[in-house]
């Protein structure tokens, strides 16, 4: 039998799935069939798959070690990195990180180490703010995600506490999300809301974008402005009112006006003429906007935003 403390990170989340977390890799099965046969218990008692965890509850757990061993081997890689991290904003609470292009959030195919959740780790780590043997079920977490060759701001949680709030906060679309990208050519209407469906193919990995309503389909609502325009292409600052995958590439290559960079919307051809290689695509901008009292509620009604968008100064 062993005892856990629970502690503050823990707090506010139902039993089963604290012990999801605490164990890594348990079968489900054992987790409901130890707190029905009471192998696990709280502060002494019988309790239920719902219980909400308290800050100093006591947990019994008379589970197999091979559970307690799997978990003691924890993933700390990120420990031996130098880390690269460019902090827009940052609490007790919450960071603000501009990702930069090519960098992925999380582990992919291509990358498992340098990941901006890892690097965002390392930097906690080293300040002292998160050390993974003093946590039982909690990690700094991100709260939004953007494409590996997107760059911008990015929200990671401190604190189990900011996670669940930023989560139903972007659920609940009471973050306003601000792009600026550069497009292909010049827009007719300078000022518009684009409002289609959107369908991902998940083996090409690519949204196709339809007018009408289609089995499948989501719909997807993008508002942009023409901020400048050049002699090939328009700076636009494009505001998400959902949250679609590839949602401002798909919809501004449905209109005609791929962005400047894209390789899997645009073309090549005009990629080269103005020469880059990732698509000119920035989440630059972000504004809380709350509607109810709660643990960030101090954030309400400010922005945060990256000032020097490289590709922004030079409109071609």
């Known amino acids: 039998m062993k005892k856990v403390v629970i502690k503050k990170n823990d707090a506010g989340q139902r039993l089963d799935k604290f012990l999801f977390k605490f164990f890594d890799s348990i079968p489900a099965s054992l987790v409901y069939k130890g707190i029905r046969k009471k192998r696990i218990k709280v502060n002494g008692k019988k309790s239920e798959n719902n219980y909400q965890l308290k800050e100093g509850d006591i947990?019994?757990?008379?589970?197999?070690?091979e559970f307690f061993e799997s978990?003691?081997?924890?993933?700390?890689?990120?420990?031996?990195?130098?880390?690269?991290?460019?902090?827009?904003?940052?609490?007790?609470?919450?960071?603000?990180v501009d990702k930069a292009a090519g960098v992925s959030v999380h582990d992919d195919e291509t990358e498992t180490k340098n990941t901006l959740i890892n690097h965002i780790k390392a930097y906690l780590y080293q300040k002292g703010e998160y050390n993974p043997d003093e946590e039982n079920?909690?990690?700094?977490?991100?709260?939004?995600?953007?494409?590996?060759?997107?760059?911008?701001?990015?929200?990671?949680?401190?604190?189990?506490?900011?996670?669940?709030?930023?989560?139903?906060?972007?659920?609940n679309r009471e973050i306003e999300k601000y792009y600026l990208c550069l497009v292909q050519g010049r827009l007719h209407d300078k000022e518009k809301t684009l409002k289609s469906y959107m369908v991902k193919n998940e083996a090409q990995n690519?949204?196709?974008?339809?007018?009408?309503?289609?089995?499948?389909?989501?719909?997807?609502?993008?508002?942009?402005?023409?901020?400048?325009?050049?002699?090939?292409?328009?700076l636009?600052?494009?505001?998400?009112?959902?949250?679609?995958?590839h949602q401002i590439r798909a919809h501004m290559a449905s209109i005609g006006h791929p962005l400047a960079g894209d390789g899997k919307y645009g073309t090549n051809e005009f990629n080269k003429k103005v020469g880059m290689k990732h698509q000119?695509?920035?989440?630059?901008?972000?504004?809380?906007?709350?509607?109810?009292?709660?643990?960030?509620?101090?954030?309400n009604g400010k922005s945060f935003e990256v000032k020097n968008v490289p590709f922004a100064s030079n409109v071609p």
């Open 59 to 65: 947990l019994e757990l008379y589970i197999n070690d």
């Open 206 to 234: 690519r949204v196709y974008v339809h007018n009408q309503p289609i089995d499948g389909g989501k719909t997807a609502i993008t508002h942009y402005r023409v901020l400048k325009e050049g002699a090939l292409t328009s």
């Open 137 to 171: 079920s909690f990690a700094p977490a991100l709260c939004n995600r953007i494409d590996r060759n997107t760059a911008g701001i990015v929200i990671a949680a401190k604190t189990a506490a900011a996670l669940r709030v930023m989560n139903e906060k972007i659920k």
């Open 71 to 96: 978990k003691e081997k924890k993933d700390d890689e990120y420990k031996t990195l130098v880390p690269n991290v460019s902090v827009v904003y940052e609490d007790e609470n919450i960071l603000l």
């Open 236 to 245: 636009l600052e494009v505001e998400l009112l959902t949250g679609r995958t």
């Open 280 to 299: 000119a695509l920035y989440s630059y901008k972000l504004k809380f906007a709350f509607s109810d009292e709660n643990e960030l509620s101090y954030l």
